[in-house]
């Protein structure tokens, strides 16, 4: 059981005094819990279907993981993401940001011009991160292995600044310092098949 005494997770330097930390971010899980009667949502599990399900208000949060320098980080990236890229995507005052492209298929996809790559991605490693170091039960089997746990770490670690503006001065320095190889993410009894796709990926 965490506790206030324990070390932050992330710095591994200060105390993880920090309550109730985000695991996924909440901007992302603020409309799934939107109701005219206000939030609420359902959990609803594989291996408890047979039970009623539980309410809840809000996306998965844990106390006592983070030192509160730390969550101040995670909500710098976190900021950034929400407003440059999640309430603009579809606003068409800010169509020019984002490329529209149509595939042979029929599917569109949008390209964002005006985001930093970096930060997405060390946003992307922080949500990845916390749900493999978090104990919530969301997130009790979403386990890396170490190394890879470690590797996320450290890449956040690496741009860790105070504000954002120092972040966005600072970040072209670390980009390929935490560009991370791509991996899939994939239940256990799958990785020899993993292998397999990955074979297949590189010798195509
Ligand atoms: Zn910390």
């Known amino acids: 059981m965490r506790n206030p005494n324990l070390k932050c997770l992330l710095c591994e330097t200060n105390n993880s005094t920090k309550e109730n930390s985000h695991i996924i971010p ?12 206000g939030n609420r949502g359902f959990v609803i599990g594989t291996n408890s279907a047979h039970l009623p399900p539980q309410i809840t208000q809000d996306s998965p949060k844990e106390s006592y993981i983070l ?23 579809w606003d068409k005052k800010f169509s020019q ?8 298929g029929g599917i569109t996809w949008k390209v964002c011009n005006e985001i930093e790559p970096a930060v997405f991605r060390l946003f992307i490693y922080s949500i990845v991160w916390r749900c493999s170091i978090s104990s919530v039960p969301l997130c009790k089997d979403f386990l890396l292995n170490k190394e890879e746990e470690e590797r996320l770490r450290l890449s956040l670690l690496l741009c860790k600044y105070e504000t954002q503006i120092e972040l966005l001065s600072n970040i072209s320095k670390h980009a390929n310092e935490i560009t991370l190889p791509e991996f899939l993410l994939l239940p256990q009894n799958l990785l020899e098949i993993k292998q397999v796709i990955l074979y297949s990926l590189i010798h195509q």
């Open 97 to 104: 940001q984002f490329g529209t492209f149509n595939n042979n």
């Open 67 to 89: 030192c509160p320098s730390c969550e101040q980080y995670i909500s710098i990236l976190e900021t950034y993401i929400a407003t440059r890229f999640h309430s603009r995507l």
């Open 26 to 37: 909440k901007f992302m899980g603020k409309e799934i819990f939107k109701t005219e009667k």
